[in-house]
């Protein structure tokens, strides 16, 4: 099944700093979702746009869906120990399909204390 | 709060064995989900229900059926399992395309282990 190019892969940080991913894909998405996944548990909703353009945030969370619809960013401003985990991108409808979610390779956050 | 509920955090099965994975969602969704997800490979969509009784095959639909019965369950079945089945297992649940809101909520897995 398609994927969607998410990067960076993995990252290492220091507590406290800025953090940035993002997820590229070919093709055009009417909904743009961000998760998290903390080891063995499943993924939680952090995000959800719906809109060319649309700006929105999270606590110390901010998501972008990318004026082209086929790009979404998340940044995560002064991270902490417990950002430590997976996050996925996943792209839905426009030409994906109605129902189908297409979800990125994801980001391994590691945070250093 | 959106709860999806995945009936077992682990489960460990002899091959060859059937096997049940139940899932429960109480946000009245239309639409339900099963994946399985392994290192390197990402969230692969095994099957896919839009309504009772509806179905719809998604990637990798081999060796598993479903069973939808009532709206807020989903039941993902493995016929015979093999070893090669050992993984997690996510349930999602979903509003119905074309709404205002198509956001997807996760149960907290099952980590099946086919020995």
Redesign the interface.
Known sequence: ?Q?LNQSPQSMFIQEGEDVSMNCTSSSIF??W?W?KQDP??????LI?L?KAGELTSNGRLTAQFGITRKDSFLNISASIPSDVGIY?C?G??GTSG????I????TRLKVLA | DVK?T?SSRYLVKRTGEKVFLECVQDMDHE?M?WYRQDPGL????IY?S?DVKMKEK???PEGYSVSREKKERFSLILESASTNQTSMY?C?S?P???G??????????T?LTVV
């Open positions: 099944g994927q009417n909904t979702l998760y063995g548990e499943g993924p939680v909703l959800a719906y996925f996943a839905q409808g109605t129902y189908k979610y979800f990125g390779t994801g | 999806v995945q639409n989900f990402g969230l692969r969509l896919f839009y998604g990637d990798i996510l999602a979903s119905p395309g074309g205002s809101s198509t956001e997807a909520f996760f149960g907290q897995g980590r």
